[in-house]
């Protein structure tokens, strides 16, 4: 087959199930859902989305993964100890800064 062609059936695959992931549920859940493990499944998906696509980010938009990890734990233990966004933000920053130079 042609290549042009393959490429046109993968564009075509992706739009279809992302259509139909998209369309099924809105066709088939007519009614509110009710029951609380589903309920509390939906509720978390996008935060797991989030940090799915969030983490390996971090950590790999450094010189070095030991910089993002450190990073990474620093921003976790400061806002556990309720820094709000923009120190811990610039404490991470200043972190890989830190850790970069000296590694």
Do not use: D, H, W
């Not at 042609?2 to 088939?28: C, D, E, G, M």
């Amino acid at each position: 087959m042609n290549k042009n062609l393959y490429i046109a059936l993968a564009i075509f695959t992706a739009a279809a199930v992302s259509y139909i992931i998209r369309v099924l549920p809105l066709t088939l859940i007519r009614k509110q859902i009710k029951n609380r493990f589903i309920r509390s499944f939906l509720y978390y998906v996008p935060y797991v989305t989030l940090a799915v696509m969030t983490f390996p980010a971090i950590v790999q938009a450094t010189q070095s993964p030991i910089a993002g990890i450190a990073s990474l734990v620093l921003g976790i233990i400061l806002s556990l100890a309720g820094a709000g966004l923009f120190p811990v933000a610039c404490s991470c920053c200043a972190a890989v800064f830190l850790i970069e130079l000296f590694v």
